[in-house]
């Protein structure tokens, strides 16, 4: 594939987080990209604002026949009509994840995996490349809120790279640095069970390059199989991994704590942002940020700056009355971080959480699991299971998680009914959460909740 001499590109699906920061980086580089997806929401606005044409039809007479290149997201149908008629009449078609390793091939890649906390890590690891005048290339998985964007170059040779684990697409990266968080089950409907999920986790560890680094969550299951020429565990406050965080003291919005890797310490590291997890992302943010070279000093005034990521524990109304928090959350394990996290900040302020279960697979295979974690709140709204990709599967709803829960305070509701039961009732502590469309309720929520 030669990405260096093509003059137009589109996309099918350019809406998705890691297809439009690929969008955005041939865009920056003078090429005509153009593209579909499903609905207008603010990031398709964005592009368009940067001059790139969007539209919401799956119709053949509008896309650009004249493009070199077709990149399509495998959450696309395979009867989506645009899509077939760039197979059947010999486009280069390709997925997301070919581009992505064409364009880093020749990177110093730095690759942030798990089926949980990468977005984090990896913008904040290219958050204090970015500051500190390191310079990096970043493609994200969700938006920055210090520069509104989920990508980024750098005239630096070394990106930062989310690697995303769903098809397989972060088994085509090499990267130079590896950080993997997690490997709870998920994408059952790719992987078909969990230790297939874990030996991709264990094969993503062995693309790493020669020489290169694995940083990896202390404790992790089967780690004795992960792959790496030099090997670095992280953990919260384990003393027993490499590096850790200690003396961990709540402030008003965040946290103060040390980060301790043998004789190295980072004294007085302020974290201003939510939930004991993001302090763990955060070790192993500044792991990487230290195996660079990156001057101490230059760090901490880098976390202390991170305002975080979109839907990533974002804080969107914060008073002595209310708090609302919306995050991206959608697997079990997330939740019950992000809950705890929320918990943990404001112990006297009673739960409530909106949650909105994304695809009917993940809902079938891991309800019991979402049952617990959502018994963490006081009150539990659920929403109808946003399908993304999926057909219904036959028994599966949202009660298949509030069946197995054993709070007397859940209720299923529409996005409208939510809207009123808010309008009638208070909440201290309001938590959105879920990867579907739940976000289209921040505004609409915020404007009555701003009323009180």
Known sequence: MDIKNLHKVYFIGIGGIGMSALARYFNERQVVVSGYDRVSTELTCEMESEGIRIHYEDDISLMDKTAELVIYTPAIPEDHAELNFCRKNHYEVVKRSDVLQAITRNLYAITVAGSHG????????????????????????????????????????????????????????????????AMDPDHLDIYGTAEAMEEAFIQYTANIREGGLLVYKYGLKRSNELKASRIIQYSLENPKSEIYAEDICKSEDGYRFKIIEGEWILDETDLHGGGLHNVENTVAAVCVAHQLGIAPAAIKKAVAGFRGVKRRFEVIIRTPEIVFIDDYAHHPEELKAMINGAKSLYPQKPCTV?????????????????????????????????PARELPIAGVSSASISRLMKKNEVSLMDKMQVIDWLKLHTVKLLITCGAGDIDQLISPIKQILEKK
Not at 139 to 147: D, K, P, R
Not at 159 to 169: L, P, Q
């Open 354 to 386: 909106i949650f909105q279960p994304h695809l009917y697979s993940r809902t079938r295979d891991l309800a019991g699991q979402f049952a617990d974690s959502l018994d963490l709140a006081d009150k539990v709204i659920l929403l109808p299971i946003y």
């Open 118 to 181: 990468k977005t984090t890590i990896s913008t904040l690891i290219a958050h204090i490349l970015r500051s500190s005048g390191f310079g990096c290339n970043a493609f994200l998985g969700g938006t920055s809120l210090n520069y509104n964007t989920n990508y980024w170059s750098s005239e630096n040779n070394v990106a930062v790279i989310e690697a995303d684990e769903y098809d397989r697409s972060f088994l085509k990266l090499s990267p130079d640095i590896a950080i993997l968080t």
